[in-house]
């Protein structure tokens, strides 16, 4: 079992930056991939981005492609979203997830999901 618990949202002014990170226990971590999702009012949860096990490779959404960057610290059992350039489009609730063998955007092949945390991008 993983449990996940998301920090750092907030409210920022388009254009600002966010760092969200998640903290994950369990013995395993190291073993996952992890991803980011986002889920805004009325729309389903969409893919965000997503890093292997190591941190050797990385995957996002086209929206977010050069805009966001995924890391990942394995002795802090530890995953973050460096977000920059936000726009008000941005804005949803964030979720952690973990448990996937892929570095993939499915939501449906990870099976531990945080609380989520919400971003708001105002113009």
């Known amino acids: 079992q993983v449990q996940l618990v998301e920090s750092g949202g907030g409210l920022v002014q388009a254009g600002g930056s966010l760092r969200l990170s998640c903290a994950a226990s369990?013995?395993?971590?190291?073993?996952?991939?992890m991803g980011w999702f986002r889920q805004a009012p009325g729309k389903e949860r969409e893919f965000v981005a997503a890093?292997?096990?190591?941190?050797?490779?990385?995957h996002y959404a086209d929206s977010v492609q050069g805009r966001f960057t995924i890391s990942r610290d394995n002795a802090k059992n530890t995953i973050h979203l460096q977000m920059n350039s936000l726009k008000p489009e941005d804005t949803a609730v964030y979720y952690c997830?973990?448990?996937?063998?892929?570095?993939?955007?499915?939501?449906?092949?990870?099976?531990?999901w945080g609380q989520g945390t919400q971003v708001t991008v105002f113009s």
């Open positions: 997830a973990a448990g996937s063998t892929l570095a993939t955007g499915t939501v449906k092949l990870y099976p531990y």
């Open positions: 369990g013995s395993t971590f190291s073993s996952y991939a």
């Open positions: 890093i292997n096990w190591n941190g050797g490779y990385t």
